[in-house]
């Protein structure tokens, strides 16, 4: 009887130990994350009482800020004709609904509830202000974004323009998009998860899928040079065609005798259709993955990384489809090359 009572005193201590160890985890090593979870309903409660940090482009212009109407505040998205260009950029806080895009990514930053300002919260307590997030200053420009989004006029698809220099997005447009300020209104939720057609609440230029056409010649082309499959000076006939396995694949055109070189000025497809069969699928797929392409960049929002056939597919017909852009490759708008992150600054 003794020992059994021993036993369970054991398991029960055993217990309690994993438990302690459990919560300690929570605390120490998640606590800060779940606080600021953008699905955490308790932000919205300690939200009431903070000032939000101000959204700005790149010039200065605002592009979401907390206005207060009466005794409540409320979060204010720039808009044009009732729908929000940055909707799927800078995403929105909601009540209801937690947040999503920037918002939700930076939102510990905005709130002013990082390490950093741990003693200007401390400062506001004893003095009785009212806290104040830090400010967000996105690479984005607000009029880049607005031709953008206004060229697309509605139809779905993405535009993303990038400052070739130093990969910072300029502009990132998703359409259709929706009203970033409706979306607590009633029935706007559902009706934009109705809309299975056209997505609205879809960021197509970081989660869709979409060929990379021939500007993944600049890498099949870099892992042809890199493995010494193919030196600049070295030339084939373009007939307009490229058969691989008895199949046929079209080129745009019969380019003729094409180098490296001029293969890349002309977009030659049957130059790197060879040339990607030739470096063989493992090299063009370590090429792929030296670019980084099946990586997601750190913009803070989710991004699609890039994908390849799958391994019953990786033929070589296949091989040369992907080797200039077509096949079953597929990147997102953003994947390549990485954008800059935007940076916190302190409002």
Request: glycine share 10%; aromatic share 8%.
């Amino acid at each position: 009887m003794k020992q059994n009572i021993k036993k369970l005193g054991y398991f029960l201590l055993c217990t309690f130990v994993l438990l302690i160890l459990y919560l300690t985890y929570l605390v120490v090593q998640q606590g800060e994350d779940l606080a600021t979870h953008p699905q955490n309903r308790r932000i919205a409660a300690r939200e009431a009482g903070i000032i939000r940090g101000t959204i700005f482009d790149r010039q200065g212009v605002v592009l979401a800020e907390t206005k207060w109407l009466g005794e409540r505040s409320k979060r204010v998205y720039l808009t044009e004709n009732q729908v929000s260009p940055f909707a799927h950029v800078i995403g929105y806080v909601s009540e209801r609904y937690g947040a999503a895009g920037l918002e939700a990514a930076y939102s510990r930053e905005l709130l002013g509830l990082t390490d950093a300002d741990a003693l200007e919260n401390l400062l506001d307590k004893l003095l009785n202000r009212t806290p104040r997030g830090n400010d967000l200053v996105l690479t984005l420009d607000a009029n880049l974004q607005r031709t953008a989004f206004q060229a697309l006029n509605g139809r779905p698809g993405a535009v993303v323009a990038l400052d070739p220099k130093t990969g910072a997005v300029l502009a990132m447009v998703s359409s259709p998009a929706f009203n970033s300020n409706a979306i607590d209104q009633a029935g706007v939720w559902n009706r934009l998860n109705r809309d299975d057609e056209n997505a609205p609440l879809l960021n197509r230029a970081t989660q869709g899928a979409y060929p990379p056409g021939s500007a993944i010649k600049i890498v099949t082309g870099s892992g042809l040079l890199a493995r010494q499959k193919a030196r600049p000076g070295d030339a084939i006939q373009c007939p307009g065609y490229v058969i691989v396995d008895g199949n046929r694949i079209a080129d745009n055109q019969a380019h003729g005798k094409v180098d490296f070189i001029k293969a890349l000025a002309l977009s030659c497809n049957t130059y790197f259709a060879q040339g990607g069969v030739e470096m063989g699928w493992q090299g063009f797929i370590d090429t792929f993955h030296q670019f980084g392409l099946n990586q997601s960049p750190d913009l803070g929002i989710p991004v699609r990384p890039g994908t390849l056939a799958a391994k019953e597919r990786r033929n070589r017909g296949q091989l040369a489809e992907s080797s200039f852009g077509q096949g079953d490759t597929l990147i997102s708008r953003c994947i390549w090359p990485w954008p800059v992150q935007p940076s916190p600054t302190t409002g």
